[in-house]
């Protein structure tokens, strides 16, 4: 009889949880495999833009911007996945110290996602600045100075 009625207590349970739990886990799965192919996506397309080759042609200096730009996308992606596994687990057994923690973090994770994304955008910008005014200042300006001819209309049409 007892048998039974643990069969029952822990199949009403694991309905009630397992779908939450599950869920959870492919939040944590998907976040991670998004957090992978985010990061490479960064890392690439600072490296086409020449970011550190940028940095290094105008300070002499090896700086590592594009790695260390993608492993912060891709540490502040991995803790909003980490707020998103707890907020679907609804744990109550999380202690209320991390679960205010949570609550903290996920209350400034937009802030850092658009300051993420601003400083990666910025960095872009101003290593391609970089990189066509200090690689190339003689094409550059004859560059400037055809853009300059046809705002003023003096040069052929293209």
Same mark, same amino acid.
């Given at each position: 009889?007892?048998? #039974?009625? =643990?069969?029952? *207590?822990?199949?009403?349970?694991?309905?009630?949880? &397992?779908? +939450?739990?599950?869920?959870?886990? +492919?939040? &944590?799965? %998907?976040?991670?495999?998004? +957090?992978?192919?985010?990061? +490479?996506?960064?890392?690439?397309?600072? *490296?086409?833009?020449?970011?550190?080759?940028?940095?290094?042609?105008?300070?002499?200096?090896?700086?590592?911007?594009?790695? #260390?730009?993608? #492993?912060?996308?891709?540490? =502040?992606? =991995?803790?909003?996945? %980490?707020?998103?596994?707890?907020?679907? &687990?609804?744990?109550?057994?999380? /202690?209320?110290? %991390?679960? *205010?923690?949570?609550?903290?973090?996920?209350?400034?994770?937009?802030?850092?996602?658009?300051?993420?994304?601003? =400083?990666?955008?910025?960095?872009?910008?101003?290593?391609?600045?970089? /990189?066509?005014?200090?690689?190339?200042?003689?094409?550059?300006?004859?560059?400037?100075?055809?853009?300059? #001819?046809?705002?003023?209309?003096?040069?052929?049409?293209?």
């Amino acid at each position: 009889m007892e048998v #039974s009625k =643990l069969l029952e *207590s822990l199949q009403g349970s694991l309905g009630t949880t &397992l779908p +939450a739990v599950i869920g959870a886990v +492919a939040i &944590l799965i %998907l976040g991670w495999i998004v +957090a992978i192919v985010m990061r +490479a996506g960064i890392r690439k397309a600072l *490296s086409l833009v020449g970011v550190d080759r940028g940095i290094r042609s105008s300070t002499g200096r090896e700086i590592a911007v594009e790695n #260390s730009i993608a #492993s912060g996308v891709y540490y =502040l992606i =991995l803790l909003l996945v %980490l707020v998103a596994f707890f907020n679907a &687990l609804k744990l109550e057994r999380v /202690s209320t110290s %991390l679960q *205010s923690l949570v609550d903290r973090v996920s209350a400034y994770a937009p802030q850092l996602v658009t300051l993420a994304f601003a =400083l990666t955008l910025g960095s872009v910008a101003v290593a391609v600045a970089l /990189s066509f005014g200090l690689g190339g200042r003689e094409a550059a300006g004859r560059q400037m100075e055809h853009w300059l #001819s046809r705002l003023r209309g003096e040069g052929p049409r293209k």
